[in-house]
């Protein structure tokens, strides 16, 4: 007879003293002597408490400052730096390299490491204040983890970001403006549901994924990108999906079709505006349409043709009937005129041409 049984996986335990040193000695850090005072040293630090059994539990403080590290420089937390160290000394000792050279190579290895930590340090500073502060406790729940499916609370005290109690986890957002969760729809890449910002001194409106947002997907992103600056072919909001043409007001920005939702009180819908988050370009447009695509076919000007639905717009031209349109934004007579700012229409029919550059 055969019975099923339900069981789950358990984590494994935690590490007593003699399987840390076994470890080390394995990984080839520190000595004899200097292992020791290694355990010495993050007990009386309070990195870990040791429990019943000689094991070594970390504390909370422990855990954050690991993740802190991990998270701005991994290789400070890894056991390769410090084998290496060690074997460039073992190396020494035994005159078979240089001292000097040694000395000289591992200074300028930390000075650029404590560098770059301490332009970056605010990520570690972030993870603390939510660890250790009531600011984490009075965040709101706003959007799932893509990692553990559970919620992330919102902070926005400054610097605004989420925070995953679960993962223990901190992930930044744009400065200024409002965030909201975009309709629990989800990164194709992570499983991190989208948001919408909207507001800031430009009066901008985009959508991000918070994973991507601080951890870029592609290789020649930048960190704190946009999903209009998401080179995904299949996501219908990255930029492939949404472009409509080339900015003429900037040098590398690309003009996109975004959702806007302005919290101040009735707004178009829609927005066109330049992915370069350094240009001002943008306008509001379509106002009442419930559906707007762009479609990789393009207009004599250079400029992506568009899809959009009439059929709710009030102000329509004269003649225009309400149905799905398609037409260039820029050219096409009935879509220009529902760009919201009028002074923009003759200045974005010039097409994709390049502003005339300074001698």
Known sequence: MVQLTTHETTPPGYLTESELISLMEKHGIGTDA????????????????VDSGR???????????????????????????????????????????????????????????????????GGMDELF??????????????SRCGKCRRFMKYVAAKPHRLYCMHCDETYSLPPGGTIKLYKELKCPLDEFELLLYSGGPKRQSFLLCPYCYNEPPFS???KFMSCSLCTHQSCSYAMPQNCVGVCSECDNGILVLEPHFHTGGPAPKWRIACNNMKCKEMVDCFE?????QSSKELCDCGSNLLTVDLCKVT?????????????????????????????????????????????
């Open 288 to 292: 009442g349409s419930t559906d707007v």
């Open 55 to 121: 094991r070594l539990v970390p504390t909370k403080l422990g855990i954050v400052l690991v993740h802190g590290y991990h998270k701005i420089d991994p290789e400070l937390v890894l056991p390769t730096m410090r084998s290496a160290i060690e074997e460039q000394l073992n190396l020494i000792a035994k005159g078979q390299v240089d001292f000097e050279r040694v000395l000289s190579h591992t200074l300028e290895l930390f000075q650029k490491k404590f560098e770059y930590f301490r332009e970056n340090v």
């Open 220 to 222: 020649g992103t930048k």
């Open 34 to 49: 200097s292992i020791p005072v290694h355990i010495e040293n993050i007990c009386s630090r309070n990195y870990v408490r």
């Open 129 to 142: 204040e939510a660890s250790f502060s009531s600011v984490a406790e009075s965040g709101r729940p706003i």
């Open 315 to 359: 102000h329509l031209p004269e003649d225009s009937e309400k149905c799905v349109h398609k037409g260039c934004w820029r050219c096409d007579s009935v879509l220009s005129a529902l760009l919201v700012q009028p002074d923009l229409r003759s200045h974005w029919r010039r097409g994709r041409g390049r502003r005339p550059k300074k001698h």
